[in-house]
């Protein structure tokens, strides 16, 4: 059976990408916070409650979201051209 060998693809995202992917996140769900700030003032009625609702609520999400880390360890992975253990190797 042939035994997989890595490549690129296989990587993992690296840690400053990683770290730059949630802060975005994090950053739009700010905006998104700030903008239903905005909307309650322009919202007559009880319909104040939607975005009040979502401003108080975001804040939650967006720190959970952001302090999920995709980064993900990985097995080893064998070079393509890796020789196999010869007798007197230790494994």
Known sequence: ?????????????SPDEDRQRRFRMYFYLMLVRVACFGIFFVVPGWWKLVPAFFAVFIPYFAVVIANVSTRHVTQGLTPPNALPPGKGDAE
């Open 1 to 13: 059976m042939r035994e997989r060998s890595g490549s690129i693809t296989d990587l993992p995202m």
